[in-house]
């Protein structure tokens, strides 16, 4: 089984898997439908990422509509500050920000859920980080928000960020017209729409 616990802005789980040890190494179940984190649906695709340099953001991302992702992510060399940012319209903790430290020797890991902003930083120099999603990469209906937004305010403990020309360009939170709604009746408390509010 698995520690899961709440956050500071619901519904994004901090989980921590059990590990199971002795002289040869650890078994770890790093998922399991019975965990309860999906409520619609199941993952779909595993991704992994790879950032050679200490201090690489990257984010902050999210799909909409049917593409909408819910994520669940671990580190399994290094150590990662990750963060998810509630972009529900109409949430009571629109523009807060959860932030986790995600560490291959802790096996923590982080479920991120529709309707919410996902990035993280390198802590570490050689990070790889695992997720599951339960949608496909969808170019034509990806989104992004400044890393850097003031009105979010996120310590990423990084001088001097390594990051892509995209993420640099994204819009602040104030600029986008999000494209979820909060909506309490439904999954992760969010309807996604099939494109940006007007």
Same mark, same amino acid.
């Given at each position: 089984?698995?520690?899961?616990?709440q956050?500071?802005v619901?519904?994004?789980?901090r989980?921590?898997?059990?590990?199971?040890g002795d002289?040869?190494?650890?078994?770890s179940e790093t998922?399991r439908?019975d965990w309860?984190?999906?409520e619609?649906g199941?993952?779909v695709?595993?991704?992994?990422?790879?950032?050679?340099?200490?201090?690489?953001?990257?984010?902050?991302?999210?799909?909409?509509g049917?593409?909408?992702q @819910?994520k669940? &992510?671990?580190v399994?060399t #290094?150590a990662? =500050?990750? %963060?998810?940012?509630?972009i529900?319209? /109409?949430s009571?903790t629109?523009?807060?920000h959860v @932030?986790?430290? &995600?560490?291959?020797?802790? #096996?923590?890991? =982080?479920? %991120?859920?529709?309707g919410f902003a996902? /990035?993280?930083?390198?802590?570490?120099?050689?990070?790889?980080v695992l997720?599951?999603?339960?949608?496909?990469y969808?170019p034509k209906?990806?989104g992004?928000?400044?890393?850097d937004?003031p009105?979010?305010?996120?310590d990423?403990?990084?001088?001097?960020?390594v990051?892509?020309?995209?993420d640099?360009?994204?819009?602040?939170?104030q600029d986008i017209?999000t494209p979820?709604?909060?909506d309490e009746?439904?999954?992760y408390s969010?309807r996604s729409?099939d494109?940006?509010?007007a």
């Amino acid at each position: 089984m698995a520690e899961i616990a709440q956050t500071a802005v619901p519904p994004v789980r901090r989980v921590v898997p059990r590990r199971f040890g002795d002289e040869r190494g650890f078994f770890s179940e790093t998922w399991r439908a019975d965990w309860g984190l999906l409520e619609a649906g199941a993952f779909v695709q595993d991704n992994h990422a790879w950032s050679a340099e200490a201090g690489t953001i990257r984010g902050l991302h999210f799909q909409f509509g049917p593409s909408a992702q @819910a994520k669940l &992510l671990r580190v399994v060399t #290094g150590a990662i =500050l990750d %963060v998810a940012v509630d972009i529900r319209r /109409g949430s009571p903790t629109f523009g807060r920000h959860v @932030a986790a430290k &995600l560490t291959a020797e802790g #096996g923590e890991q =982080l479920f %991120v859920p529709h309707g919410f902003a996902h /990035g993280y930083a390198t802590l570490t120099p050689d990070a790889h980080v695992l997720y599951k999603v339960d949608a496909p990469y969808d170019p034509k209906r990806e989104g992004a928000v400044r890393w850097d937004d003031p009105a979010i305010g996120i310590d990423w403990g990084v001088t001097d960020p390594v990051l892509s020309d995209k993420d640099r360009a994204a819009p602040l939170l104030q600029d986008i017209d999000t494209p979820f709604v909060f909506d309490e009746g439904a999954p992760y408390s969010c309807r996604s729409l099939d494109r940006p509010a007007a």
